[in-house]
């Protein structure tokens, strides 16, 4: 234990700290999670003292100019007490790359023809450019007085920057501000965020806006956990793999108990610089 927590940087602090989960949420977990006709069902309610884990973030930077490698582990632990034995299972959030422009004018558009030419025609557009991307999000949200906006985006496939309804489109218009879009597996090129400004008070109001982008080939992952574990200190592996693509990228390796592989989460930073 004492090697453990040297390795992992453990302070003493930390360990003073005690989480209690409480697994009767969850009772009804079926019993097709792995276990044997044998065991007893008395088991499906546990408690389980989550003492502390390690690290609670962590960062890696890559350099490519040296030649680093974009894949390796960081190691990690968690302790816990629990009477008897509980299933532990290892997860991840798949890295995404974040841009933010968190506070865009716009203006009250004219509001003529069909909701989808408003939406072509509206003033505000930012184009974006999109290679290798699992999912990519697109999220605004009201900064000041502009109550109701609504978000479109194109697929700018004539290049010219201009929407056109020939062209692919996905929106969404609530009566707010607060709008998001998601694509999976969207085809590379160019997109076009198209912002309408429905009702704004303000000349002009304000809006932030967010673009995320799974990043294809990315993982973080926590692995190589025990399966089945009793009190005490059990080691694992923060597990990343990225694409030689420099940036930043920030996502969640996650591990859990019982069929959960997400009750926990260590926020995990990659840096990969050219
Ligand atoms: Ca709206």
Request: proline letters at 6%; hydrophobic letters at 40%.
């Amino acid at each position: 234990m004492n090697d453990l927590c040297k390795r992992a940087g453990l302070s003493l602090a930390f360990m003073a700290l005690m989480v209690l989960t409480s697994f009767s949420a969850i009772a009804a977990v079926p019993a097709a999670a792995g276990r044997t006709a044998s065991e007893s069902f008395s088991g499906f309610t546990k408690q389980v003292m989550m003492n502390g884990h390690s690290p609670m973030q962590a960062s890696v930077t890559i350099d490519l100019s040296n030649g680093d490698p974009t894949s390796g582990t960081i190691p990690a632990w968690y302790d816990i007490t629990v009477d008897g034995t509980i299933q532990a299972n290892g997860g991840g959030v798949p890295p995404m790359v974040g841009d933010n422009w968190p506070n865009e004018p716009i203006y009250q558009d004219q509001l003529t023809g069909s909701y989808e030419e408003q939406l072509a025609n509206a003033k505000y557009t930012r184009i974006i450019t999109v290679a290798s991307v699992s999912k990519l999000t697109v999220a605004v949200n009201e900064v000041a007085n502009c109550p109701d906006i609504d978000l479109a985006l194109w697929y700018d496939a004539s290049m010219d920057g201009v929407a056109q309804l020939t062209e692919p489109y996905w929106y969404v218009g609530t009566a707010s501000s607060s709008e998001s879009l998601r694509l999976t597996n969207p085809a590379d090129g160019q997109y076009l965020v198209k912002v309408l400004g429905y009702s704004v008070t303000g000349a002009p109001g304000y809006f932030s806006l967010s673009v995320m982008r799974g990043v294809q080939g990315a993982e973080i992952t926590a692995m190589n956990l025990e399966p089945l574990v009793g009190s005490g200190m059990h080691a694992f592996d923060i597990y990343y793999s990225f694409p030689a693509v420099p940036g930043t990228y920030v996502s969640y390796a996650t591990f859990g108990f019982m069929g959960a592989n997400d009750m926990f989460s260590i926020e995990v930073t990659v840096n990969i610089v050219p």
